[in-house]
């Protein structure tokens, strides 16, 4: 039975994100262009320059422990989960009954992206798997990397939120893109809109401007011990 729309898959240069090089969730097997031996690759600009871009793999290490740190200057108890198959990234421990949170960190090095559809926004690569895993106590960070600490970014998202966005999302891309043919692909893409955009399409569940109050929403948790009220 053949699809009513697909997307390609061959690449990751062509996927439905457009380009999305640099914006790659953690758990991607992804095959780097120009790598070189200090862990980095060369990423062409729409000017046609080239810029270095560091691996993947190296960018996913270090979202997982800017997470973690986070974590415990607040006063928060959690550890990193081991293994290259692992589920989870982060395991939180609070201390009342059933006080854990899994976390599962989604780093990516690229700037703000402008897609024709889906506007201006953060972007992380993800599975079609992620539009039906629902947990209350599994919770997304969508950390944005860079060495400059002002230009970091954490994005805390409830995993019913980012379910819903990847279960919209493909079919809302099915709907305005023009791409017919290749192989489908399981990658999805979970966007966050740019601060003060007010035009991109949202799943209809976001359209109360939840998106908004993510960023940096560590209380996400539940409540903070003392001290955090300096720390915020």
């Known amino acids: 039975m053949s699809q009513p729309a697909e997307r390609l898959g061959e690449g990751l240069g062509e996927i439905h994100a457009e380009d999305a090089w640099g914006s790659c969730c953690s758990h991607v097997n ?3 262009r120009g790598q070189d031996a200090r862990g980095t690759a060369e990423t062409e600009t729409l000017d046609g320059s080239k810029e270095p871009r560091l691996l993947q793999n190296y960018v996913a290490l270090a979202g997982e422990y800017l997470v973690l ?13 081991l293994g290259h198959t692992k589920e989870i990234d982060i395991l939180l421990l609070r201390r009342e ?6 976390v599962e960190v989604k780093a990516s090095s690229g700037d703000v992206r402008q897609s024709t559809i889906f506007g201006s926004s953060y972007e992380w690569l993800m599975n079609e798997r992620h539009g039906s895993l629902v947990e209350k106590r599994l919770i997304y960070c969508f950390v944005r990397t860079t060495l400059d600490v002002a230009h970091r970014r954490f994005f805390l998202v409830p995993s019913e939120d980012v379910a819903a966005y990847i279960r919209w999302e493909f079919e809302y891309w099915k ?3 023009e791409r017919r043919t290749g192989k489908v692909s399981a990658l999805r893409t979970f966007r966050i809109p740019v601060k003060g955009v007010t035009d991109n399409p949202l799943p209809p569940s976001w ?3 939840r998106w908004a109050r993510w960023e940096n929403n560590w209380a996400i948790f ?7 009220a300096q720390k915020s």
Do not use: V, Y
């Open 30 to 32: 992804i095959k780097s």
């Open 69 to 81: 740190g986070e974590l415990a200057l607040r006063g928060l108890d959690a550890s990193l989960t």
């Open 222 to 228: 539940g409540q903070m011990p003392i001290g955090e």
């Open 97 to 102: 009954p059933n006080g854990f949170f899994r």
């Open 175 to 177: 709907a305005h893109s």
């Open 207 to 209: 359209r109360d401007g």
